[in-house]
């Protein structure tokens, strides 16, 4: 379990991460979201004892992660796939996490295996593509088999397959009891995987809540109407107290009223429907909207 409370981190007058609280509960998958920029990577660093908070304090499992020896055998952790030294080969790479952590080095080809790189584990790493690099770097949270695991856009130069399985992995983990904490800024990203989500925006809490939660609260909900006869149907649906917006030509976008009432109120009134179908906003544009005021560069604005 990770726990943060009141984390900050101040960089002369700029807080990048500001007064911080969640937890990340073990046996699920925590998505911790939010624009570039947000604070995702110094929130990383100060869990890992990698940067000092300001104020605050965060732990895992109990206690400051600095203060454990060994800490591959507590947390694995993938933040910089290309903090690697190009001139070593994969499985030399391994084996000094290894030795630095007293794990044995049957570990290193077990986590190779795993991570699809059994092939290239004499190849120099300065030879990899990104892809590889995110499979090394993976390969290397889980040598020591840790409760407990961080990883910081991971899916970056993924391909399809790639994607694929890492999104199964990070499932796997987290039914075998683990903590899974994977930072990212794309919500679609983690609409696929994550059963929790953390969202955070220039460094402050947004949102800490169930993918199930978030959707229900964040993602609009409308009704798609065809009908050749789209102004009566609006006076009707506007009597009810609905909202329609004409989407163009015989199609309308109804807010306010179930399918089912709409359904029920065209046929009462002798109104034809083409189409009639319940429409969800996806979760990557209920995050846009919720994240809107904390993205730090727009393109295309305005001076």
Do not use: C
């Amino acid at each position: 379990m990770i726990e943060a409370t009141r984390l900050t981190k101040r960089y002369g007058d700029t807080a990048a991460v500001d007064d911080l609280t969640f937890t990340v509960a073990p046996g699920r998958v925590t998505g911790f979201l939010g624009p570039n920029g947000a604070g995702k990577s110094t929130t990383l660093r100060m869990i890992l004892g990698l940067n000092t908070p300001t104020s605050g304090s965060v732990t895992v499992d109990g206690v400051p992660f600095s203060s454990r020896p060994r800490g591959l055998r507590h947390v694995g952790a993938l933040l910089d796939a290309h903090d690697v030294h190009g001139g070593r080969t994969a499985r030399a790479h391994l084996s000094a996490l290894a030795r630095g952590n007293r794990l044995p080095l049957s570990r290193v080809d077990e986590v190779l295996r795993e991570v699809g790189l059994a092939k290239a584990a004499r190849r120099r790493i300065g030879g990899f593509s990104l892809g590889m690099k995110q499979r090394l770097g993976i390969a290397g949270a889980l040598l020591g088999d840790p409760p407990v695991l961080l990883f910081d856009e991971p899916l970056n130069g993924l391909d399809p397959e790639g994607v694929l399985w890492v999104r199964g992995l990070f499932r796997n983990l987290a039914a075998e009891g683990r903590t899974v904490f994977v930072s990212s800024h794309m919500m679609a990203e983690m609409e696929a995987t994550a059963d929790q989500l953390v969202v955070i925006g220039q460094g402050r809490l947004i949102a800490d809540q169930s993918l199930r939660e978030f959707s229900d609260r964040h993602a609009k909900r409308g009704v798609i109407v065809h009908t050749p006869d789209l102004a009566a149907l609006d006076a009707v649906l506007r009597a009810e107290g609905a909202s329609v917006r004409r989407e163009g030509g015989a199609e309308g976008r109804v807010t306010g009223l179930s399918a089912a009432r709409i359904g029920e109120l065209a046929h009462r009134h002798g109104i034809v429907l083409h189409e009639l179908a319940t429409h969800t906003s996806s979760l990557e544009s209920a995050f846009m909207s919720l994240t809107a005021d904390s993205v730090e560069y727009l393109a295309g604005e305005t001076r």
